[in-house]
């Protein structure tokens, strides 16, 4: 059974960094792409970034770039969301996906980041 659980949420003050992390496992994921998607309240869930599995090419949301970073753990066999400069508008459920193709399969069960003004 595949499962991604996902870590590392909380509450931040503006400006302050907090790293999330998504643990698959289940399957052998070498060929599919882990991302990291986002849902606000009220509003739709939105695409955060990504990496494939098996490289180290990574995509962003334009809102994001420069200060979120992507990444894996090979030790832990973990993707990691490194997330700087935090805003208020940052502030959402963050859920890890895996997928192939752009189209996701597979989704955690969320964690709550909260980013106070």
């Known amino acids: 059974q595949v499962q991604l659980v996902e870590s590392g949420g909380g509450l931040v003050q503006a400006g302050g960094s907090l790293r999330l992390s998504c643990a698959p496992s289940?399957?052998?994921?070498?060929?599919?792409?882990l991302a990291w998607f986002r849902q606000a309240p009220r509003k739709e869930r939105q695409f955060v970034a990504a990496?494939?599995?098996?490289?180290?090419?990574?995509y962003y949301a334009a809102s994001v770039k420069g200060r979120f970073t992507i990444s894996k753990d090979n030790a832990k066999n973990t993707v990691d969301l490194h997330m700087n400069s935090l805003k208020p508008e940052d502030t959402a459920v963050y859920f890890c996906?895996?997928?192939?193709?752009?189209?996701?399969?597979?989704w955690g069960q969320g964690t709550q980041v909260t980013v106070s003004s």
């Open positions: 990496i494939y599995w098996s490289g180290s090419n990574t």
């Open positions: 996906a895996a997928g192939v193709e752009g189209t996701y399969k597979y």
């Open positions: 289940g399957r052998t994921f070498s060929t599919w792409t």
